[in-house]
C-alpha cells in the first residue's frame, strides 16, 4: 500500500489556494449545511479522471439524473444522486441506507430499475443485487469539477487507506471517490454510511476535513458512533418518524452532549403532494356522546306504572284529610 501523500508534497501556490490552507477553511459555520434526503444512490462509472465537471450529462449518470428531475412527484423519499469510481464496476449501482448493490444495470434497464426499486419500493425483477455491509466512506475528489475538491480529496484518501491499513479495518472500511456533492468551498468533503449502535445505517456529511482528521473520524465516528461537530455538515434523515435524537459530540476533542430537535422529513408522515399517510391524534373524530335529554322521571309512563302511581297520591291525599279532619274534631 502506498504511503500517505504529505500535505506539503502539495505545491505551496496550490495549498495556500486551494488546499487546507487556504484562507476559507473554517471561516464559516457549516453544521446543517446540507438539504434534507432520505436516500443516496451512487452510481459507478469510470473513475474522476475521465469525469466531466458534470458528469451527470453523460451516460448512465444522465439517464439517473433525467428520471430524478422528470419524477421527482413519484418518489416518496427524497433521493440524491451522485456517480463512485467504477473500479471495472461499471453499471453497479449502490443505494443507502438500503445498504445494497444493485449489478451491471445498462442503459435500457434504467427506467424500469427507477420504476422498481426508487418509485415502488420492490427488488428489481432482474434479481441481480447483493447486501452491503460494513462502512462506505465518500471522498469527493471530482477535480474537474472543482480545483479544491482535486487537491484535497486525493490526499485525505491515501491517509484513510494508511489508518485503515495499520487497524486492519480494510474488510471493514470501503473507500470510494465520488462525485461534486455540494459546497466546494468546504473541501474537503466526505460521506459516512455506517451502523450506529442500534444497527441502523446512518449517512454523516462532513467537510473542511484535513488528513489530520482521518485517525478521528475512524476512532472516534465510525467506531463509536460519536459525531465530530467542528467538522460536521449534517445527517440524513433517519427512518421512522424519529423527531429527536441525542447525539455524543466531540467538538474539539471535548465529549458532550447534545440534542437535535429536527423533524424527520422523507418517512411515513412525510407529507407528498398535499398528502399525508399519518393522521395526527388529535384529528381524530371523537365518539359523539348523546345527552339526556329528560330524566326517567319525565318519560312517558306505561299503563301500569300510570295506575300504581294514581293509587299511591291517592292514598297520600286520604291520610292528609283524615289527619286534618282529626285535628278539628280535638
Known sequence: MA?????????????????????????????????????????????????????????LPQRFATLLKDRKSDLLVQTKLNVCEGGGSDGDVLIFPDMIRYKGIKDTEVEGFFEDVLVNGKPWRSGRQEEL??????????????KRCGICGPVILERFKKEIGSRGLTNQITLKRCSHVGQHKYAG????YSPDSAG????????????????????QHIAKGEIIQRIWRGQMSLPGGEAEKVHEVIPNGN??????????TGGCCQE???VSCCQEENSKPKPIKKEEKCTKWFQPLDKEEFYIGAAAVGAVATIAMAYTFFKRSG
Request: charged content about 25%; proline content about 5%; aromatic content about 12%.
Open 3 to 59: 504511503e500517505v501523500e504529505n500535505v506539503n508534497s502539495v505545491p505551496a501556490s496550490e495549498d495556500t489556494e486551494y488546499g487546507f490552507k487556504r484562507p476559507e477553511m473554517y471561516s464559516t459555520n457549516i453544521a446543517n449545511s446540507i438539504t434534507s434526503y432520505g436516500r443516496h444512490v451512487f452510481v459507478l462509472y469510470k473513475t474522476p479522471e475521465a469525469w466531466l465537471s458534470h458528469i451527470e450529462e453523460e451516460g
Open 272 to 274: 407528498s403532494n398535499g
Open 200 to 219: 441502523k445505517i446512518t449517512g454523516n456529511w462532513y467537510g473542511y476535513v484535513t488528513p489530520d482528521d482521518v485517525p478521528e473520524l475512524l476512532d
Open 133 to 146: 455491509s460494513g462502512t462506505f466512506v465518500f471522498v469527493c475528489t471530482h477535480a474537474s469539477r472543482d
Open 255 to 264: 465529549r458532550v452532549v447534545e440534542e437535535e430537535s429536527k423533524a424527520f
Open 189 to 192: 468533503n466526505l460521506i459516512i
